[in-house]
């Protein structure tokens, strides 16, 4: 089956700085990556998704890029702010198939 | 629109004791998903019902019962509860195409 690797586990940013989330997957017939952000005892939400036909999606300060020669999708957040604090998952879903595999998650910490 | 709801929100068992956690949609979603949440672990799933009728095991089945009701509805059954099911349960949703996922709030469920 698929799995997803996430790094790192942790991260540790100013306000303003840029913060990157790297994750890489296994099954090259996967094709729909998501990124979802979970604030401390809420339920995770979808914040950017891209498909395995598009190299690289922008919505305001959030992109991910994929390359699927290499399996592997990143998340790149600019102009951090407290608010971005939370953590991170990626995912991966198979062609066909509506079930997505998670990374373990990216802890993102925003200091003021 | 509630978007997807869980029942209950806190449940605490002792070892041995069964229970069932809720889940409903309103978004007329074909596909619903049962996941479990530990800390470090990701999100990692137990059951998956790709549409009306049908049930899937995912990544960690094993303890757990589901039952798609009806379209609207699914629930995870635990039989004979044991401590390594405690968890944050969540609850999710998609229309089975375009592969984005709505999460319910989750259920902490604590076994002692």
């Known amino acids: 089956g698929e799995n997803v690797e996430q790094h790192p586990s942790t991260l540790s940013v100013q306000e303003g700085d840029s913060a990157v989330i790297k994750c890489t997957y296994s099954?090259?017939?996967?094709?729909?990556f998501p990124w979802y952000k979970q604030e401390l005892g809420k339920r995770p939400q979808l914040i950017i998704d891209i498909r395995s036909n598009v190299g690289e999606k922008k919505d305001q300060r959030i992109a991910v890029t994929l390359n699927k020669t290499a399996k592997h999708f990143s998340l790149h957040i600019t102009e951090t702010q407290p608010e971005d604090s939370a953590v991170y998952f990626c995912?991966?879903?198979?062609?066909?198939?509506?079930?997505?595999?998670f990374g373990k998650g990216t802890m993102l910490l925003v200091s003021p | 629109n509630a978007g997807v709801t869980q029942t209950p929100k806190f449940q605490v068992l002792k070892t041995g004791q069964s229970m069932t956690l809720q889940c409903a949609q309103d978004m007329n979603h074909n596909s619903m998903y049962w996941y479990r949440q530990d800390p470090g672990m990701g999100l990692r799933l137990i059951y998956y019902s790709a549409s009306e009728g049908t049930t899937d095991k995912g990544e960690v089945p094993n303890g757990y019962n589901v039952s798609r009701l009806n379209k609207r509805e699914f629930s995870l059954r635990l039989e004979s509860a044991a401590p390594s099911q405690t968890s944050v349960y969540f609850c999710a949703s998609s229309d089975g195409q375009r592969y984005v996922q709505y999460f319910g709030p989750g259920t902490r469920l604590t076994v002692t």
């Open positions: 099954d090259s017939a996967s094709n729909y």
């Open positions: 995912a991966a879903s198979t062609a066909g198939y509506s079930t997505l595999t």
